[in-house]
């Protein structure tokens, strides 16, 4: 049985990723901003992820008969001084997250809620995939360096990015 500190901590990280999907429209922005369409294709896509990551939680506090509560968003940031500055900030928030689930999986390790665990365990190979993927964009803008038309060709490669809800979720 889910304890009231653990529905509280899944309500948060639940609003948590709803406020990561903010971040990360506000990041599509502002590649819009500097015209690079398949940069901000790549965090609307991210923002969708992020949504449905808030409704896994959703759904499975739900099931367990917790009490879903919003919060308010907090302001996001909005400006970047270049793209690598906006994948940079981005890398850090994802590792906000992670440390955020490993808080999770912590109490429900400690308080043996194995449905629990069984959400989390999704969820902690979920970021691996994230931080990586992330880092990866950034060891290739650090490799393009000042190269516009290498910035160009990543950025149409970003363009084809789309959301497809996983099917193991």
Known sequence: MVSQRLFDKLNDQMNFE???SHIYLAMSAYFESIDLPGFANFF???AEEE???????????NEMEGRITFKG???VENEYSSAL?????????EKKVTKRIYELMD???EEREHATMSLLKWFIDEQVE?????NSLIKKLERIGNDVSALYTLD???????????TNA
């Open 44 to 46: 609307r896509v991210q």
């Open 51 to 61: 949504k449905f990551h808030a409704m896994k939680f959703y759904t499975y506090i």
């Open 156 to 166: 149409e490669q970003l363009s084809t990015r789309v959301f497809t809800p996983p």
């Open 130 to 134: 994230e931080e990586a993927t992330v």
């Open 73 to 75: 968003i907090p302001d």
């Open 18 to 20: 709803f406020y990561s």
């Open 107 to 109: 109490i429900a390790l």
């Open 85 to 93: 500055d906006a994948l940079k900030a981005a890398l850090e928030h």
